[in-house]
């Protein structure tokens, strides 16, 4: 398999068809497309490379809405620093948002804390194979605990995310917009390698990962295609500037923390106290720190 990074071939043309014709030997020609190009054009990724439930939870929660380049920056640091579920959940919060810095969406970092937390203290450190449990715990949603369920414990379960999506629609909805996931999941089911699902999943996400190079994004014909909305100038940014502001100084004033994020402040006072609600910053006083750590 080819190095992450590297240019991968070209995806093979659909063999599949329909739904309406999904046969026995059309399900078998279209695992043996899926996986000739992991084959050849698979990633090598660290996270493939364990099957520690913890180390695969962290690329998970990383991988949310954020490109595989900028994880592979950031995931082998953050593992060396909080090596486990205990080392995370005792850790200052001030450490896990500057060892996350970089990767944006800081929720996810403060639910990863807190969801390390509950490992601990409910389930004596070890993380539950049960998808059911698994979405019970902050920043864990259907497609995150399919994941950990398939790349974790080699679970045969059915779920979607966005690769796997576009997919389904390039080889079975070819003229068809407006695709629900309640039509994919049945042929997910169908043509699921329950043998080797762990494999079989990273192959048809590579093969997605693939088509998304090729043209136009088979995901826009998706019922659920939310195009992004910009980052700059966004209360997104915003919040990230505070968090980062906070991260390398570790108390400021109301007026040190606006001079510092350079926006209106009639804008980011209410970001500010949007943080504090959140459990991401707390008052000392007449100073503004990272809380000490996630409320419970």
Known sequence: MTKSGAQAGKPAESVAGTPEGLTPDVIERFRQQIYRYFQEQGRQLPWRQTYDPYSI????IM????????VLLKYGPFLARFPDFASLARAPLREVMAAWQGLGYNRRALALQRLAGRVISEFDGRLSPS?????TLPGIGPATAGALAAF???????FIETNIRRVFIHCFFA????VRDQEIL???ALTLDRERPRPWYYALMDYGAGLKRLGPNANRRSAHYQRQSPFADSDRQIR???LQALVKTPALTDAELLRLVGRDPARTQPIIAALIREGF????????????GPSS
Not at 57 to 60: G, R, T
Not at 131 to 135: I, T
Not at 152 to 158: E, G
Request: net charge negative; hydrophobic share 50%.
């Open 281 to 292: 910053l707390e008052r000392v006083g007449a100073h503004l720190r990272i809380a000490a």
């Open 131 to 135: 998808v059911e449990v698994l979405r």
């Open 152 to 158: 974790a414990f080699s679970q045969p379960v059915v």
């Open 63 to 70: 991988l949310q809405q954020t490109q595989v380049e900028r």
């Open 175 to 178: 003229d068809r917009s407006e």
């Open 186 to 188: 049945p042929l997910l």
């Open 57 to 60: 939870l962290v690329s998970e």
């Open 240 to 242: 990230g500037l505070i």
